[in-house]
């Protein structure tokens, strides 16, 4: 049974960092590539970024762009989501997903490339 577990949101004020993690169980992001993904109230579920199984390949949305980090520790089957500078606009349920498809990293954003989904963690950015 495969699982995409989420930890690390919370409440924090504008400014500040949070790291979020993704557990993963029943696959390895060394055959699969992780990404993650937010959706605000009322919003379109948004890409964030997403990391090739080797690492060496990293692709970040405009909007997150130098503010935010994605990386993996394989020997833990771990994607971190490191989120600096954060404003309110950040504010959304953040996703892990994860995909065996072989695509290049303009792919990365296609929703349907992602054969599984964590549950999300709720992030609040206050200005």
């Known amino acids: 049974q495969v699982k995409l577990v989420e930890s690390g949101g919370g409440l924090v004020q504008a400014g500040d960092s949070l790291r979020l993690s993704c557990a993963a169980t029943g696959i390895t992001f060394t055959t699969y590539f992780p990404a993650w993904f937010r959706q605000a109230p009322g919003k379109e579920r948004e890409f964030i970024g997403g990391?090739?199984?080797?690492?060496?390949?990293?692709y970040y949305s405009d909007s997150v762009k130098g503010r935010f980090t994605i990386s993996t520790n394989t020997a833990k089957n771990t994607a971190f989501l490191q989120m600096n500078g954060l404003i309110p606009e950040d504010t959304a349920v953040y996703y892990c997903?994860?995909?065996?498809?072989?695509?290049?990293?303009?792919?990365?954003?296609?929703?349907?490339?992602?054969?599984?989904w964590g549950q999300g963690t709720q992030v609040t950015v206050s200005s």
């Open positions: 990391i090739s199984r080797n690492g060496e390949t990293v």
């Open positions: 997903a994860a995909s065996n498809a072989l695509v290049p990293e303009s792919y990365y954003p296609l929703r349907q490339v992602y054969d599984f």
